[in-house]
């Protein structure tokens, strides 16, 4: 599973995760986001307003936990038969044996709803991720602060990181030149984004102490396609507009065991931002 470090950060080697690769046998993710891109096009040209897309795939659960939840994923699949059809298609080879996956989880494991996400799941959070970038975008840039959030499984593997923590969390110091945290950081200041690599900081308390204070602030994602999913989602509970990129691959300890090296996709990050 692990890679040839590349130096080239705007160009990083492909790489496979547990349950997704943005790559999928090509030499770059920028198909993926194209990809997804004619999907949410073609599927909102049928006459399916975006936030009422959002809110119906935000309804469906795991299909398989309840009679509720089939009933609700069998009125939505009914309703919209034709687009996932095209959906399983187009972006199923993202996908790297989830089934495998989720039959080797723990009994413990498999009380975490992030690593139990099934394979539908993933394919709806694709299409999730880029509706809540259209419908916050205009949210996002328009804000008096911007925080972005890292994980810290993008840092340069080969070096000790020296990131510092301030009074939010920790922020990265430029000590590697092939990091994606810092070509990340370096990005979003570009952008007046303050980046912090997320370690210690509650995100859930951030934001109830942000909406409470009626701040107007904005925050961008990085994460794996689940974590991500889960962030815009809690985001959207307390009122705070949120964008996010996926990682390339999930290769972190919680998904493999141990760290191994990561990308994202830097222009689709600077698209995302301009």
């Known amino acids: ?15 496979q995760g547990k349950t ?12 993926y ?20 897309l959002l809110r119906s795939i935000r309804q469906i659960k795991n299909p398989g936990k309840s009679a509720f939840g089939f009933r609700r994923w ?26 495998s996956h989720l039959k080797s989880l723990s009994l413990t494991q498999r ?17 999730e991720i880029e509706l809540v970038n259209r419908l916050n975008a205009a949210e996002f840039k328009s804000a008096k602060s911007k925080l972005a959030f ?42 007046n984004i303050r980046p912090y ?10 934001l109830r102490h942000l909406n409470h204070e009626q701040q107007s602030t904005a925050v961008l994602g990085i994460a794996c396609i689940p974590e991500l999913v889960n962030g815009m989602r809690l985001c959207a509970r307390y009122q705070t507009p949120v964008i996010g990129i996926p990682l390339n691959a999930n290769r972190c300890g919680r998904w493999m065991g141990k760290f191994f090296d990561n990308s994202i996709n830097m222009k689709a990050l600077q698209t995302l931002l301009e």
């Not at 692990?2 to 130096?7: I, R």
């Not at 997704?20 to 198909?31: K, N, P, V, W, Y």
């Not at 690593?115 to 959070?125: F, G, I, K, M, V």
């Not at 499984?153 to 945290?181: E, G, N, V, W």
């Open 111 to 127: 009380f975490d709803r992030t690593l139990r996400t099934s394979r539908q799941q993933y394919l709806l959070y694709m299409i």
């Open 20 to 31: 997704f690769s943005l790559f999928a046998g090509h030499q770059t993710t920028d198909i």
């Open 150 to 191: 890292l994980p810290h499984c993008l840092r340069d593997l080969r070096k000790a990181c020296k990131a510092q923590p301030d009074d939010l969390d920790y922020q990265c110091r430029r000590c590697s030149k092939s990091c994606f945290i810092r070509h990340c950081s370096e990005m979003l200041e570009k952008f």
């Open 197 to 206: 690599i997320w370690m210690q900081v509650d995100l859930r308390r951030l």
């Open 74 to 99: 069998k009125q939505f699949r009914e309703k919209h038969k034709s687009h996932l059809q095209k959906l399983e298609k187009i972006l199923s080879p993202y996908l790297t044996d989830v089934e």
């Open 33 to 52: 986001y194209q990809e997804v891109k004619f999907i949410v096009d073609q599927w909102l040209q049928d006459n399916s307003p975006p936030e009422e």
């Open 1 to 15: 599973m692990n890679q040839k470090h590349k130096d080239n950060v705007s160009d990083p080697e492909p790489v």
